[in-house]
């Protein structure tokens, strides 16, 4: 069974950073020869893609929200992706997830319909 695991959301002022990590465990899933997500929901709004990392290249695509201010990378020989998030804004107020599956396709525009693979979601606040 395919496990993810998300750590390092919290609470933050405004323009602050925060980093998330994303930790993939599982019997016969090698992350590297995948595609890994995260995806953010705040209350009320529906579930937006915000950053994708190709693991075979390093490719990555990002939401227009979050362009220039998020990164997302991966941790070499580890089935691990992160997020580093930088000036921070309280629109940025949401649960964060990863996501993965064996069929996933990192591309604009990031979608999340059928995925296999999540995390629980980590909560992070951003105060005004």
């Known amino acids: 069974q395919v496990q993810l695991v998300e750590s390092g959301g919290g609470l933050v002022q405004f323009g602050g950073s925060l980093r998330l990590s994303c930790v993939v465990s599982?019997?016969?899933?090698?992350?590297?020869?995948?595609?890994m997500a995260w995806f953010r929901q705040a209350p009320g709004k529906e579930r937006e893609g915000v950053a994708c990392i190709r693991m075979s290249d390093n490719n990555t695509y990002y939401g227009d929200s979050v362009k220039g201010r998020f990164t997302i990378s991966r941790a070499d020989g580890k089935n691990t992706v992160y997020l580093q998030m930088n000036s921070l804004k309280p629109e940025d107020t949401a649960v964060y997830y990863c996501a993965t599956d064996e069929t996933f396709v990192c591309r604009l525009p990031i979608h999340y319909y059928g995925l296999d693979y999540w995390g629980k979601g980590t909560l992070d606040t951003v105060s005004a």
């Open positions: 599982g019997f016969e899933f090698t992350l590297a020869h995948y595609a």
